[in-house]
């Protein structure tokens, strides 16, 4: 099936600073999901991007999807305390179902 | 008000013992599915349904069984628990195609002793 890697596994930042995560698949993706879960807590979804070189903005998270749509990205700026969690990306499979890649876990710190 | 619950949120079972956890949805979501989580594997598709009598295996299916009645329930059964299968399960749901977003329940946090 549809696999991606998702790097890093751990982020830790400094409040302020920016963070990226990144989701690499060997073959070309039809659209791709992001994720997040607060700890304890459970997915929600984001965002989804389907076009090549697609850039979506919510306020200080930018989702990129390249131009070969075999990879993507989700840029924070400016972390924040509210910005903790895990941030997945998905990627729709056959079956109308989705695999996730293994997550980004982000910590910030005052 | 609407949404996806599962019950118990918290479980602790033996070995060999047969647990069941549950998943409702008020929406009438044709697509549900269940999800386990582990440290350093994210989320892996333990079955998923397409309709009420309709279910199919996905990655870690051994171990689980499933059965989808009625559109709004989707059990999620463990014949004869093992500490591998110490985990938090998530049902999830969506309209009905995989770009749609995907609705996930609160969780149930499985300890097997």
């Known amino acids: 099936g549809q696999q991606v890697m998702q790097i890093p596994q751990y982020q830790h930042v400094q409040e302020g600073e920016d963070f990226t995560t990144y989701c690499n698949s060997s073959t070309t993706l039809s659209n791709i999901q992001w994720y997040k879960q607060r700890p304890g807590g459970h997915p929600v979804f984001l965002i989804q991007l389907v076009k090549s070189g697609e850039v979506k903005k919510q306020k200080r998270l930018t989702f990129q999807f390249g131009e070969a749509k075999k990879n993507s990205s989700l840029h924070i700026t400016a972390t924040q305390t509210t910005d903790v969690g895990t941030y997945f990306c998905?990627?729709?499979?056959?079956?109308?179902?989705?695999?996730f890649g293994t997550g980004t876990q982000l910590k910030v710190e005052l | 008000d609407a949404g996806i619950t599962q019950s118990p949120r918290y479980k602790i079972t033996e070995t060999g013992r047969q647990v069941t956890l549950m998943c409702h949805q008020t929406w009438s979501h044709s697509y549900m599915f269940w999800y386990r989580q582990d440290l350093g594997h994210g989320l892996r598709l333990i079955y998923y349904s397409a309709a009420a009598d309709i279910t199919d295996k996905g990655e870690v299916p051994d171990g689980y069984v499933v059965s989808r009645s009625k559109t709004e329930n989707f059990p999620l059964t463990l014949e004869s628990a093992t500490r591998s299968q110490t985990s938090v399960y998530f049902c999830a749901t969506h309209f009905g195609r995989a770009d749609y977003e995907q609705y996930f329940g609160p969780g149930t946090r499985l300890t097997v002793t």
């Open positions: 998905a990627v729709t499979g056959g079956g109308n179902k989705l695999t």
